[in-house]
């Protein structure tokens, strides 16, 4: 059964740190990960997706990577800004008939000014 | 376009009552799905649809149903609502050409079952 884990759970960071927030899943067999952020009483906004076959992807000051074979994905925030305090979520679709996107239970980040 | 919509944004509902709540999309993805949010529970996933007129279920389906008449339209019906199934509902849809399957999600709707 697939498990996604995000870590930490929260984090709090002074404005312009860099910063990188974590995924992991227990089955390799993916078909692509997806990288959304949600604000609080909204809801999710995709940030980043990276098909199986990709290592990164690129947006911004976002840079997402992917390393199926450890079952880990990162999501790196360069500069990072007030305006970027919200809930970050990973989540991978299965590689099988289903196609279902499985959720970690995100990452609550806070800047501060 | 309007991506993914949905009403109602907020429902109270007494236990027992039935209701319907609405998703369209419209930019003709196959794929559409229901996700319950819960605190300390993370989204999980209801019912899914590759297409219209085919539909199967996730995680957590039971108390829910759902049809898919068209590519537009996935509407969830709460049978006979429970306390437990308070919760914010997000739908969402897929883009499957190109095999792309990025998922794109409603605003939510904030249902309260009293």
């Known amino acids: 059964k697939q498990e996604v884990t995000q870590i930490p759970a929260a984090l709090s960071v002074p404005e312009g740190e860099n910063l990188v927030l974590n995924c992991s899943f227990t089955?390799?067999?993916?078909?692509?990960l997806q990288w959304f952020r949600q604000d609080p009483g909204k809801g999710l906004t995709s940030l980043l997706l990276?098909?199986?076959?990709?290592r990164e992807q690129t947006s911004g000051r976002l840079n997402a990577s992917l390393d199926k074979s450890s079952g880990r994905s990162t999501l790196y925030i360069a500069a990072s800004q007030p305006g970027d305090s919200a809930t970050y979520l990973c989540a991978v679709r299965r590689r099988d008939s289903s196609y279902k996107l499985i959720f970690g239970s995100g990452t609550r980040l806070l800047v501060r000014p | 376009n309007a991506g993914v919509t949905q009403t109602p944004k907020f429902q109270v509902l007494k236990t027992g009552q039935s209701m319907t709540l609405q998703c369209a999309q419209d930019?003709?993805?196959?794929?559409m799905s229901w996700y319950r949010q819960d605190p300390g529970m993370g989204l999980r996933l209801i019912h899914y649809s590759v297409g219209a007129g085919i539909t199967d279920q996730g995680e957590v389906p039971n108390g829910y149903n759902v049809s898919r008449s068209t590519t537009e339209d996935f509407p969830l019906r709460l049978l006979s609502a429970a306390p437990s199934q308070t919760s914010v509902y997000f739908c969402a849809s897929s883009q499957t050409a190109f095999n792309s399957y990025e998922q794109y999600f409603g605003p939510g709707t904030r249902l309260t079952v009293t």
């Open positions: 930019m003709n993805h196959e794929y």
């Open positions: 990276i098909q199986s076959s990709q």
């Open positions: 089955d390799s067999a993916i078909y692509n």
